[in-house]
Every structure is written in structure tokens, then in C-alpha cells.
């Protein structure tokens, strides 16, 4: 997008535009990380009724229909901000506030969430270093390297990326090595369908914890104004990421769910210390293939994932702060690292202070996993409204397909994940939605109605 297409919303370029489709393709990758399933696997395995392969597939292909419907918004309005600036310019601002204010508890809450199952991991693998303490290593990390720039970030993102891989490649050969040689379960399609267990309610239910692997494709379209590439191809980034990442966390989750050593365990008591996976890892190669698939899940979640989530919350809290819908001062930018540098440091300060206060909970990691995964799916459920009502009802869009068939069908998938998701998360995370519509109206009575640059009263 050139500068002037940004500046016709209102806005002028104050970040660096220096990522290609490769770069966007990659941190949508990182975001999602392609490891994602090690760290979450057990629950997701117990919770499908052994299905966890079909989970992944139902959750790709309820992503597919909100990643097609991020592609066709952010071709209308290229520009930072998300889900909030998309529902804000094709709905109402009201609406947008409300869209951003709920996907905020998704990005707000990931980073702290990501820290503290990778301080965890790191905690089991190094007993002698306190929990706290790997916090704070990858926090002050991370916000060094995203404090930097966005290139510099592009270019870890590249080397975490292809340390995954090599990791996973590890695990898919030992393991199908280990399956060849009558190690394991043996091969079977129970991992995609099992009569025996089948249901919709207890595998739309697995779909609302293995969504949270797929997370982070949209973080995409946070980088709009720092892509030197057309809108186009952000939307075409966000779909490739999703189809990859989904093949991948597919095949490994198979391969793990045949090597699993107490299947009926498993499904009857669940996976309350998360080492499902590095117990199958165990069976495939022992102890160096289970403490391989450890480290790297902490690695992972540490370092790239919440280097990339670290990004596009700051950046999404630049978007609202710059339409005064959030405290201006978060909208700086550093003028040498053009990046948001104030709210890159108060997510870091969040994430850290999230971070330390969930470790004391036996139940942190599972409240915060929900919450964000509630926080998401609600945001999305308005992504996919402001999609019908920009291109059908006020653009007159007669692409029956792409502007209303694809996102009624998200929005029903999504609507029946989140009327499934867990009961705590419910009220938490409607108790937050509350909150903002407590905060929207406290702007209208002092007159600070949501506004958004460039819009006129006719556009919405």
C-alpha cells in the first residue's frame, strides 16, 4: 500500500514499511507457532475423545472461513488495528471500539500466557532456576529485540522459524520410525474419526482449546502499514500461514496420538501436568527425543511466539491510542526504530506483571489459555458481521460467495465454539466485554464518541 492510500483514511506512515510476503508469511507461521500442539496436546487428545487429528481440521477449517473473510477487509482498509479497524470503518466506530476492546483480552492476555508455560517448561527442565526468573529473561528479551525494530524482528523470526521445523522433521521421522518398527499403538484412523467416541458437542468442544494454535494468523494484518507489499497479499499471507501451520499441527498430532502410552488414561483423567506429548516423544526415541520436544516448546512460547504476539498487541494499542480510543501516549513512535514504543513497553510491563501473578495458581496456564481463546472467538464473530455489512448492505456486493456465504458460515462455527467454550471463561470474558460497554459509554457522556480518521458521518 503506498503512503498515500494511508493517508487517505486520515492517517500519515510513521512505521517502517520493509516486510515482504515471505516476512508476513513467516510471522504469521511464528505466531502460530508450528510446534503449538507439544505444549497443548494432552488436553486437546483427552478432550476429542482420542480425535485430536479431527479437532485440528475442524479448527483449520474454522480459521480458513475467518482468514477469508480478514482477506477481504483488509483489501478495504489496509492499515493497522485489526479486527478494531475493520469492524470500526465497515460497521460503526462504536462497533470497533467493542471489536477491539474484546480481541484486546486475546492479545493482551497471550503474551503473559505465552511467558508462563515457557517459564514453566524451562522450570521442569531447570529445576534450580526459579520460575519468576525465566519470566523475566524472556520478557526483557523480547522487548529488546522488538524495541529494535521490525526488521530485526523479521530476521529472528526467520531463525526460530526454521529451528521448529527441524525439531518437528526430528520428531515425524523418529516417530513414524518407531511406529514402522511396532513401537506405539500401530497405525490407525482413530486420531481423525473413532466411532466409539464420537459426538459434535465433545469435538466442537476440543475445537475451542485447539484453537488456540491457530491464534495468530490474524496478527498478519497488525503489520498492514509496515508491508511494503498490496493489501492483497496480506490477506494471501494470512491463508497460506493457516493452511501450513494446519498441515503440520495435523501430522504431528497423528503421529503423537498413535505412539501415546496409556490411551485409556489419557482420555479418563486428562493430561494435568501437559507432558502427553513428551510421554509419546518418550516412546518414539526416549528420554533425548521427550526432552528435545520439551525445550523446544519452551523456546518457542518464550521467545518466538511472544516476540511476534509482543508486536502486533503493541500494535493494535498504537491503532486505538491514535484515534484517542486508548491513552494518546501510546501511540508514539520512536522516530530511529519506528515502532510503537511506549506500547511496546507496557505490554511488556503487563505481560510481566500477568505473568507473575498467574504462576501462583495451579490453575493460570488453563484460565488464561480460555480467556484468550474466548477473547478471540468473540472478535472474530464481528469481524465476520462487519465483512456483510461493508460489502452487502452498504456497498451492494452482489459476491454472493466471499461477502456472505463465507462469513455467515465462520460466524456460525464460531458462535457454536464460543456457546461451548468453558463456563469461567463465559463469565469472565463477558464481564470484560461489560466493562467496555461501561468505558463506551462514559465516552459519550463526556463527549468522546468513538471516532475514527477520515470517516464521515455518511460512511456508516
Known amino acids: 500500500m503506498a503512503q498515500d492510500d494511508l493517508e487517505r483514511f486520515g492517517y500519515r506512515q510513521e512505521l517502517s514499511r520493509s516486510l515482504g510476503f515471505t516476512d508476513l508469511l513467516i510471522y504469521g507461521l511464528i505466531f502460530m507457532v508450528p510446534i503449538a500442539p507439544f505444549g497443548i496436546f494432552g488436553s486437546v487428545y483427552s478432550g476429542s475423545g482420542g480425535m485430536v ?12 472461513f475467518t482468514a477469508l473473510s480478514y482477506a477481504q477487509m483488509v483489501r478495504a482498509f489496509p492499515m493497522a488495528g485489526s479486527v478494531y479497524s475493520y469492524a470500526g470503518r465497515g460497521i460503526a466506530p462504536p462497533a470497533g471500539f467493542l471489536a477491539g476492546w474484546v480481541i484486546l483480552l486475546d492479545y493482551v492476555l497471550v503474551p503473559g500466557l505465552l511467558y508462563l508455560v515457557a517459564s514453566v517448561a524451562m522450570h ?13 529473561v524472556f520478557v526483557v528479551l523480547n522487548t529488546v529485540v522488538n524495541y529494535l525494530g521490525i526488521k530485526m524482528t523479521a530476521r529472528v523470526n526467520r531463525l526460530m522459524l526454521a529451528a521448529e521445523l527441524v525439531v518437528l522433521a526430528v520428531f515425524l521421522v523418529v516417530g513414524v520410525v518407531a511406529l514402522a518398527n511396532g513401537k506405539g499403538n500401530g497405525f490407525s484412523w482413530a486420531p481423525l474419526f473413532d466411532a466409539d467416541t464420537f459426538s459434535w458437542s465433545v469435538v466442537f468442544g476440543a475445537v475451542s482449546i485447539a484453537v488456540l494454535s491457530f491464534l495468530g494468523f490474524d496478527g498478519i494484518s497488525m503489520l498492514a502499514e509496515e508491508s511494503r507489499e498490496e493489501a492483497r497479499q496480506i490477506g494471501r499471507a494470512m491463508v497460506g500461514a493457516l493452511l501450513l501451520a494446519g498441515t503440520l499441527f495435523v501430522v504431528q498430532t497423528w503421529v503423537a496420538a498413535l505412539l501415546v502410552p496409556d490411551a485409556p488414561g489419557l482420555l479418563a483423567d486428562g493430561d494435568p501436568e501437559g507432558t502427553a506429548f513428551y510421554d509419546a516423544a518418550r516412546v518414539a526415541g526416549g528420554g533425548w527425543l521427550a526432552n528435545l520436544t520439551a525445550l523446544a516448546t519452551a523456546i518457542a512460547w518464550g521467545f518466538a511466539n511472544s516476540l511476534v504476539a509482543q508486536a502486533a498487541t503493541s500494535r493494535l494499542l498504537y491503532a486505538m491510542a491514535r484515534d484517542r480510543q486508548m491513552p494518546r501516549f501510546l501511540s508514539r513512535v520512536n522516530e530511529r526504530h519506528r515502532v510503537p514504543a511506549n506500547a511496546t513497553l507496557l505490554v511488556a510491563a503487563v505481560s510481566l506483571a500477568l505473568g507473575l501473578f498467574m504462576s ?20 472474530f464473530l464481528a469481524l465476520h458481521v462487519a465483512v456483510v455489512v461493508h460489502y452487502v448492505v452498504r456497498r451492494r456486493s452482489r459476491d454472493w460467495w466471499r461477502h456472505l456465504v463465507v462469513p455467515a458460515a465462520g460466524f456460525l462455527i464460531l458462535l457454536y465454539v464460543v456457546i461451548n467454550a468453558d463456563i469461567a471463561a463465559q463469565r469472565l470474558g463477558f464481564a470484560w466485554l461489560g466493562v467496555g460497554v461501561i468505558v463506551l459509554i462514559v465516552f459519550y457522556a463526556t463527549g468522546r464518541r468513538p471516532e475514527l480518521a477520515g470517516m464521515s458521518e455518511g460512511d456508516t
Do not use: C, E, K
Open 53 to 64: 487429528a479431527l479437532a485440528y481440521v475442524i479448527g483449520m477449517v474454522a480459521m480458513m
Open 124 to 136: 521442569s527442565l531447570v529445576p534450580g532456576v526459579p520460575v519468576w526468573v525465566w519470566l523475566v
Open 360 to 379: 501462583s495458581r495451579d490453575d493460570g496456564i488453563s484460565l488464561l489459555s480460555t480467556l484468550v481463546n474466548f477473547g478471540a472467538m468473540t472478535a
